[in-house]
């Protein structure tokens, strides 16, 4: 069975400071993976994914996340924070059995 | 951009009483889900509909859960007596096909966040 987990319920930056969310996942096989974004009151906004193509994914708004086989890894990173990304962050494996399996989510934190 | 959309964005309701949840899926997409999200954990998988039956259930969604989609844009989700531990967020997502394939991205809904009093 696929797993997913954030290891940091919450984490705050400064503003132009570098992101990291960390995500590790168990599976069985090659996963796909993903990085959805929800911002207050918002729907769940896909990030980037990785589908067995290049090991580093470039998404929206500047972030991109590196598969790493041997470590079961697929962080997310942001060179440099901006207020706008203050938001809950999920990492998600896609099961072969058609549904979704989420992390618990990290919460980003921007301080002006 | 086309998304989906789901009503009411919230919805309270006595212990005991039916809902339904609406959800409007991206027009031409064929595979339709359920989530829910209780306050302060994951994010839940429920249920899969393509092809007008359910695909794949989770263990939570019993017989107290119905999905349907009752014409060609609406997918709802009946909760038939709720109870006070359904209290959580509904997401619907939909899926489509790429070249005849489906993809894997997911394109989610608001939610529609539910209390049961």
């Known amino acids: 069975a696929q797993s997913v987990t954030q290891l940091d319920s919450h984490v705050s930056v400064s503003e132009g400071t570098p992101v990291l969310l960390r995500c590790n996942y168990s599976s069985s096989y090659s996963p796909s993976l993903f990085w959805y974004v929800q911002h207050p009151n918002k729907g769940l906004q896909l990030l980037l994914k990785y589908t067995s193509a290049a090991t580093l994914v470039k998404g929206i708004n500047g972030f991109e996340a590196e598969f790493k086989k041997s470590e079961t890894s697929f962080h997310l990173t942001k060179p440099s924070a901006h207020m706008s990304d203050a938001a809950e962050y999920f990492c998600v494996v896609y099961n072969a059995g058609n549904m979704l399996t989420f992390g618990g989510g990290t919460r980003l934190m921007v301080k002006p | 951009e086309p998304e989906v959309t789901q009503t009411p964005s919230h919805q309270v309701t006595q212990m005991g009483q039916e809902v339904i949840l609406r959800c409007v899926p991206i027009s031409n997409h064929l595979y339709f889900y359920w989530y829910r999200q209780i306050l302060g954990q994951k994010v839940e998988f429920l249920v899969s509909?393509?092809?007008?039956?359910?695909?794949?259930k989770s263990e939570i969604f019993d017989d107290q859960f119905s999905v349907e989609r009752p014409d060609g844009s609406n997918f709802t989700l009946k909760i038939r007596s709720t109870k006070l531990e359904d209290s959580a967020m509904y997401f619907c997502?939909?899926?489509?096909?790429?070249?005849?394939?489906?993809?894997?991205?997911?394109?989610f809904g608001p939610g529609t966040r539910l209390t049961v009093l």
């Open positions: 509909f393509y092809n007008n039956e359910i695909s794949e």
């Open positions: 997502a939909s899926r489509g096909l790429a070249g005849g394939v489906p993809y894997n991205e997911q394109f």
